[in-house]
């Protein structure tokens, strides 16, 4: 009884472990040059989704509206070719600035924010902060980086230099806006993981801090985006 017991506990693993390989192969179709860690990371974001929801993780919302002491259209961002981006050529246009990751259990949001951005084109433009930040998870270079996006997500709106998003020595300039109450006015919360998400309205003010498991597309950035 006890090796039959034991027998079908072990059978009972491998159509287990076989159902998870396939769902993971399947889930990554038209995924392209992704390690297996990557593959299985974005197999299973919607359960990890469901769970840190759940669990009320990450999924904090910060607001407020104060004037800038510093406007943020005096900032310019270097992307990922070398090319520099002036601020305040976007002004009139919300901005979605968003410290990312390649290997992340978030990197799936990827999808959403390219989606967020080709439906809010007119009135929106996400900008991407690959960083390095957040236990190693992004090791790839900028080419490297630009590649990844596009071949697995699509991405097609900017995405600046890898740099340093947390507040320390070096930080992203733009980044040190975002999290200085000296310079935005109201908020000194810098990127607390990979994939948060700073909303910045059409005249330059700091609107929104949406923390790393509230997705593109939740409720809560669609009606920051369209108000």
Not at 8 to 30: D, E, H, M, P, R
Not at 102 to 122: F, H, P, V
Not at 188 to 209: I, M, Q, S
């Amino acid at each position: 009884m006890k090796y039959r017991k034991s027998k079908l506990t072990f059978v009972a693993f491998l159509i287990l472990t076989g159902s998870f390989i396939l769902y993971v192969g399947i889930a990554n179709k038209n995924s392209y040059h992704m390690t297996l860690r990557q593959k299985v990371l974005k197999a299973v974001y919607p359960a990890m989704m469901w769970f840190t929801n759940k669990a009320n993780k990450n999924s904090f919302v910060l607001s407020g509206t104060a004037k800038p002491v510093t406007p943020i259209y005096q900032q310019t961002a270097i992307l990922n070719d070398g090319s520099r981006l002036n601020l305040d050529s976007l002004k009139g246009k919300k901005l979605l600035l968003v410290n990312t990751a390649s290997d992340c259990g978030y990197t799936a949001q990827y999808e959403g924010l390219e989606k967020l951005y080709q439906q809010y084109k007119e009135r929106l433009v996400v900008i991407g902060f690959p960083s390095n930040d957040f236990k190693e998870q992004e090791q790839l270079n900028d080419a490297q980086i630009a590649s990844f996006c596009k071949k697995n997500f699509g991405v097609t709106f900017p995405l600046v230099q890898k740099s340093i998003v947390t507040s320390k020595t070096g930080q992203n300039e733009i980044f040190h806006w975002l999290s200085n109450k000296g310079m935005n006015g109201w908020n000194d919360k810098a990127p607390t993981w990979n994939f948060c998400k700073f909303l910045v309205d059409e005249n330059g003010r700091l609107t929104h801090f949406f923390a790393s498991s509230v997705e593109p597309g939740s409720e809560e950035v669609l009606n920051a985006i369209s108000k």
